[in-house]
């Protein structure tokens, strides 16, 4: 299979399906000028120039009219430059986007998806590099992906642009230039089944976006003093595969949960929460958690190095769960 970078990979995903379905357009700000802050839409306006819109620099505006457009029988994908700047327009994710459907009655669909630039990268500090799942997590209604890798962010996103769901799609801004085998041909990821990265028998470490690659580095590190790392990916929090999650906890008896959100409340928490309350009987030892640091991102590039986990973290926590 050809090797394309993650961000080529959410591109041709997009080409492809708006290649295959008429209804899909694209809207936000830069998206034809500079394909977005991160290159993912740049060549889409030249086959399709009359299906990508740059929009002013209003997120209300861009969910608004996504929203809008999708009552109406299209398929808009939304990008919101920044995570960050979804708080603009958390009216329009969290109390229309979510809920229409629902409150009528299901009588009408909302196939949105909201392309989400997240994490620290650059160093651009506080108000730009936030990792916010648990947010969206929280909300009924919406359904949450985070890729890590670029087979999974093309399977993934065809995936979203065929459902009749919104779609919490959220890219790690450190994943664009990372590069993976990825089919030629057309496939489908479904929402809702998680990826054993890398099997092991002694501890499992359910990662999320970055944390992926950390925990297969940890892996690494720990199979050279005979411990055997096994590496989840939920690949989706909303649906949740529980399942593959609790059956690797029932096979090593030792969990450790990790993400790059703050550790306070985040998606980690609910991970650990759920594997304490269904999977008691299995552990061995606590559950672990492996987040970010309870502070703003500095600006500082040797402060920020304080605040991401490292896969240093991770072998660390391994090592104290075997004792």
């Known amino acids: 299979m050809p090797k394309v970078s993650f961000r080529e990979a959410i591109r041709d995903a997009l080409l492809e399906e708006m290649e295959r379905d008429e209804s899909i357009f694209i809207l936000g700000e830069d998206v034809i000028a500079h394909g977005g802050p ?13 299906r990508i819109r740059q929009t002013p620099i209003s997120e209300a505006a861009i969910v608004g009219t996504a929203v809008g457009a999708a009552l ?16 603009c327009a958390m009216d329009e994710v969290v109390n229309q986007m979510a809920k229409i459907r629902y409150m009528f009655g ?20 506080a108000q730009h590099s936030q990792a916010l799942e648990a947010w969206f997590v929280h909300v009924p209604g919406l359904q949450v992906v985070v890729p890590s890798t670029p087979y999974d962010a093309k399977g993934l996103m065809k995936t979203a642009l065929r459902g009749r769901d919104p779609v919490i799609y959220i890219e790690y801004k450190r994943l664009y230039s990372q ?13 809702g089944q998680a990826d054993i990265k890398r099997e092991g028998r002694d501890v499992t470490i359910v990662a999320t976006g970055p944390m992926v690659g950390k925990a297969l580095e940890a ?66 030892a606590p559950v672990k958690r492996v987040a970010a640091a309870n502070v703003p991102m500095p600006f500082s590039p040797e402060l920020e190095k304080l605040v991401v986990p490292k896969a240093e973290h991770l072998v660390a926590a391994v090592r104290e769960l075997l004792g």
């Open 38 to 50: 991160y290159a993912v839409t740049r060549g889409i306006y030249e086959k399709f120039p009359h």
């Open 72 to 87: 109406c029988g299209v398929r808009p994908v939304a990008e919101i430059m920044y995570v960050d700047f979804v708080t």
């Open 106 to 125: 299901g009588q009408t669909d909302v196939p949105v998806v909201l392309r989400l630039p997240s994490g620290s990268a650059r160093l651009i500090a």
């Open 179 to 191: 590069e993976g085998e990825v089919p030629e041909g057309d496939y489908t990821i479904p929402f």
């Open 219 to 284: 892996a690494e590190i720990l199979a050279q003093e005979g411990i055997e790392v096994e590496v989840v990916d939920p690949r989706t929090l909303v649906p949740l595969d529980k399942e593959t999650i609790f059956a690797s906890v029932h096979k090593t008896n030792r969990v450790i949960v990790t993400d790059e959100e703050a550790k306070r409340a985040g998606t980690s928490a609910e991970i650990a929460a759920l594997i304490a309350e269904e999977c008691f009987d299995a552990l061995d």
